[in-house]
């Protein structure tokens, strides 16, 4: 057993290896290897290891070399994957694209409008957020029909006040005829000017806003 390595039949004077060289955090499949190899070694010769015992040991160790194999191609997937994204990223450079956006920009007199597509006809309700969460603006339209729109926010509160510089969150609410309700998002189009790798994310620059790959809705030429 690997906690009963014994040798009644070997002499006192005799000690088993030192195995510090290869004590490890954990142990991979050539120290197990080493262990079963000391312990067939060192083991009473009168009274050999059972064969049933060294089965479950050739059992763990086979199942440990699975994982481990397993483990590795697991770690080559990922990494295929991460290149994968980054070739598709940099085919995008030059190319038109709308992404998914619920965040405005507010730069002194410069406020970033607020576009969106309808697919039918709907009332529209759209609130401002700061950083906090705290809706500081509510603006509304009516009878909007299909297809692209635009909202201008003038940069002021609910009180008329002008909000501090910053970016802001913005959710748009469409009111259907029969009364429902369902959330629409805002978009943003533009060239993809450059692709950027940082801390494992792939994002895409346009207009000098960096947007996630997943936030991509439409590529065009």
Do not use: C
Request: proline content about 4%; aromatic content about 8%; hydrophobic content about 40%.
């Amino acid at each position: 057993m690997l906690d009963g390595i014994s040798g009644t039949g070997v002499p006192q004077s005799t000690s088993p290896p030192d195995t510090s060289d290869y004590v490890k955090k954990q142990l991979d499949k050539d120290a197990f290897l080493k262990i079963l190899l000391t312990e067939m070694k060192y083991q009473d010769p009168i009274q050999p290891m059972d064969n049933k015992d060294f089965i479950a040991q050739m059992a763990q160790f086979s199942s440990l070399e699975q994982v481990k194999n397993l483990s590795t191609t697991f770690e080559r997937f990922e990494k295929a994957q991460d290149n994968l994204s980054r070739f598709q990223a940099a085919t995008l450079v030059g190319k038109n694209v709308v992404v998914g956006n619920h965040e405005i920009a507010v730069n002194g007199n410069a406020v970033d409008p607020i576009t969106f597509q309808l697919d039918k006809s709907a009332d529209i309700v759209v609130k401002i957020l700061d950083s906090s969460g705290n809706v500081v603006k509510t603006m509304k339209a009516f009878s909007l029909g299909t297809g692209p729109h635009e909202l201008n926010w003038d940069g002021t509160d609910d009180k008329g006040d002008l909000v501090p510089e910053g970016y802001y969150k913005f959710q748009i609410t469409a009111i259907n005829a029969d009364g429902t309700q369902e959330d629409i998002p805002g978009l943003v189009g533009g060239k993809v000017d450059a692709v950027q790798f940082r801390n494992g994310m792939v994002n895409l620059i346009i207009n000098g806003m960096a947007y996630s790959m997943d936030q991509v809705l439409e590529v065009s030429g």
